[in-house]
């Protein structure tokens, strides 16, 4: 468990606290491109750490990220005219370029030089993976941007998409690194406990090897004769690699995974991502519809009043049915949904205090630490893990069997190997 001060050093994510300037050394998602797809096109709200954000594609189609307000009078940025490489605020007219300078300002003489002395703050982006990225920390400290495999792959191989959450981003993360809870939580076919009876087939042996961009993690259970190794990677401060089958087209198997994304202290944005194992294998829409569908981020499953959001709520239950219960572990259809509704179930906070961590619980255990120690680098002036990208350009999941007493590392060394 954690101390209640340690707690709140992880979990606050607002400019100035110890966790918010340790998260802004790293570049991370803002929007997906989707969300801006003309140039000189239609402006978006972003909340990212605490901070409200307008993005915006200018007339050379880059990406402007700038203050949600106006530097003269406040005004909201989201109702402007993005025009000539610019942002217009409709108040008084003055202009901002993608970098923050004010560009024009009608309402000042012409030969006033006011507009040279006023600036609205903007952040650095890169566009990369079908999603926006930022860094929002000192530019002395400015990391070059990511280039995983992910990123790397072609528009016809990769798939991301993005649901918000109601909950601190530690809780996502760390259900994401749980790897005991997955044939509990998940599990659709019994509704009693009896199956925990089969010790081998529920409770993993785990390994975690810390690294230089977070941690390589193991989940290792016993399958008849075979051992199923489930391989997964930690890449700090909010990202998931793994890998996964789907047996309803077992001709494209995926790499798959997650950026948790604080918006604030108690509200996420989590950016799902897949890419096809195969450069010579493109994802269908098919396949993807398919894959939304099974998790519970198909298009049903998404509130049309409330983009990105899920019908299936706190304040519905997240849709439980006792009845489906009795033949499934939670009741809960999608197993995206079962994950939030535990994670959202917690509270906004969860009191790590309260705590009481089992041997399965290793994963979780070494992510705080490294969080903990990210954060205790930065106040000492260095930079964290996995702020290198040559640290974690090359990483993939995996999700296979190999012979019992077989070195798993050996084992799936071709497996493992990147493809893009």
Not at 29 to 52: K, Q, T, Y
Not at 105 to 132: Q, R, W
Not at 270 to 286: E, R, W
Request: aromatic residues 10%.
């Amino acid at each position: 468990m954690l101390t209640p001060q340690e707690n709140e050093r992880l979990t606050r994510v607002g400019r100035g606290t110890p966790m918010g300037e340790t998260l802004r050394r790293y570049w991370l998602p803002a929007a997906l491109s989707s969300e801006l797809p003309d140039r000189d096109g239609a402006p978006i709200r972003v909340r990212i750490l605490g901070e409200d954000l307008v993005a915006f594609r200018d007339s050379d189609g880059k990406v402007g990220l700038v203050d949600a307000f106006c530097p003269h009078r406040r005004a909201p940025m989201f109702f402007g005219r993005n025009e000539e490489c610019g942002l217009r605020c409709v108040y008084h007219g003055w202009k901002f370029d993608r970098d923050g300078a004010c560009v024009d300002m009608p309402s000042e003489p012409p030969d006033s030089l006011f507009k040279s002395k006023v600036t609205i703050n903007a952040y650095p982006t890169y566009e990369a993976g079908g999603m926006l990225w930022t860094y929002m920390g000192p530019p002395e400290f400015q990391p070059a941007p990511p280039d995983g495999e992910l990123l790397r792959a072609p528009a016809t191989h990769r798939h991301v998409s993005k649901t918000y959450e109601d909950c601190n981003y530690l809780q996502a993360v760390e259900g994401g690194f749980d790897s005991a809870h997955v044939l509990i939580l998940h599990n659709q076919k019994i509704g009693d406990r009896s199956f925990l009876s089969n010790y081998d087939a529920t409770v993993p042996r785990i390994e975690v090897e810390p690294t230089d961009y977070g941690y390589l993690y193991t989940g290792i259970r016993s399958r008849g004769d075979l051992q199923h190794v489930r391989v997964y990677h930690y890449v700090m401060p909010v990202m998931q690699i793994r890998g996964q089958n789907h047996a309803f087209d077992p001709e494209i198997l995926t790499i798959n995974g997650h950026y948790w994304v604080p918006m604030d202290d108690e509200h996420t944005v989590i950016y799902n991502f897949m890419y096809s194992d195969n450069p010579a294998v493109p994802l269908t829409q098919k396949f993807i519809d398919e894959s939304e569908h099974e998790i519970g981020r198909g298009p049903e499953d998404l509130d049309p009043e409330r983009p990105f959001r899920l019908k299936a709520r706190l304040s519905n239950d997240f849709f439980i049915d006792r009845d489906l219960q009795k033949r499934t572990f939670t009741g809960i259809p999608g197993i995206n949904t079962q994950d939030i509704a535990l994670q959202v179930g917690m509270g906004p906070i969860v009191d790590r205090s309260r705590e009481h961590l089992g041997t399965t619980d290793r994963a979780v255990i070494v992510l705080r630490r490294l969080l903990l120690e990210a954060v205790d680098t930065v106040e000492a002036g260095g930079s964290p893990r996995g702020t290198d990208p040559a640290t974690f350009r090359a990483l993939r999941g995996g999700n296979h069997t190999v012979e019992p007493g077989a070195d798993w590392h050996e084992a799936l060394q071709a497996e493992l190997l990147v493809r893009f």
